[in-house]
């Protein structure tokens, strides 16, 4: 039976170490979120991130725009706190609604400040594995979790399965830079079963219920799963958990798993950028 990878307890970890790093220095971090719109789950996200740097020593601020927000306005806002030296990282809460430019919102916000990691020039820096990058959460923090059971990835063979810019991309990269051989797999992807069954570490990130299965996984693979789907009251991942569980050497469930860990990597992001900024 696999061995579970507590997201919240290593989460608690670092949201320690960020609280007594954001301690040292002489300005206090500040973080500024920008929702759009009324999507529940944008606001409980929101509220937990807000909960989360109240207790790391981080200011935070919430700036809300309504759903018919245009471009322009959006802009202009975020243009305003990359001008504001009392604002350290800017987050820009996902999904966005239909009518933006998601692309163009990415490379809006300043470098220095980019605490998600989705400007183009940190997402040059982590490919040239340069440690003043600002690091995507969710594939940082996975990476965290590799660390915390000491499973070195050098030569091991890790299969992404999911090729976003949030997530996927920017994790098949960090497993490239820590020696692992990288399969990325996609919804294009023909006999997907094929690739996952050969992974030591197999990382499932598609949002699709039950989607890997106890037949598409390796004996002893340590298998992360970052899938974030409601099914009724429930949120279940993108791994056939229970079947799955018997075969992994390792899993992490959801909830509880991945998703603490990003917020923890959001906030040690917001800590390195005001570092950044402040020389």
């Known amino acids: 039976m696999a061995k579970i990878i507590d997201g919240k307890d290593l989460a608690k970890k670092f ?25 529940p789950a944008s606001h409980t996200y929101v509220g937990m991130k807000e909960k989360a740097c109240k207790a ?9 725009l309504p759903a018919e927000a245009t471009q322009d306005e959006l802009m202009m806002l975020i243009d305003g706190l990359n001008s504001d030296r009392g604002v350290n990282g800017i987050l820009v809460q996902m999904p966005l609604p239909s009518h933006l430019d998601q692309m163009a919102i990415f490379g809006a916000v300043k470098r220095e400040k980019d605490v998600d990691g989705f400007h183009p020039t940190n997402i040059g820096l982590m490919n040239l594995g340069f440690a003043e990058a600002l690091i995507p959460c969710t594939p940082a923090g996975i990476m965290e979790m590799l660390k915390s059971i000491d499973y070195p990835l050098k030569g091991k063979h890790v299969v992404v399965v999911g090729r976003s810019n949030v997530v996927g991309k920017p994790l098949s990269t960090l497993a490239l830079l820590a020696d692992a051989t990288v399969t990325t797999c996609h919804r294009h992807t023909e006999n997907l079963a094929h690739f996952t069954r050969q992974a030591d570490v197999l990382i499932v990130a598609v949002g699709k219920v039950n989607l890997i299965t106890a037949d598409m996984v390796k004996p002893g693979a340590v298998v992360i799963d970052v899938g974030t789907n409601r099914v009724g009251d429930k949120l279940v991942g993108d791994v056939d958990y229970d079947a799955v569980a018997t075969l992994a050497s390792f899993i992490t469930p959801v909830p509880g798993g991945v998703g603490p860990m990003t917020i923890a990597l959001l906030l040690k992001n917001t800590v390195l950028a005001a570092k950044i900024q402040n020389g």
């Open 15 to 39: 949201r320690e170490e960020v609280a007594a790093e954001a301690k040292t220095l002489t300005v206090k971090p500040h973080l500024a979120v920008i929702l759009v719109g009324d999507d």
């Open 56 to 64: 790391a020593n981080v200011e935070s601020t919430v700036h809300r």
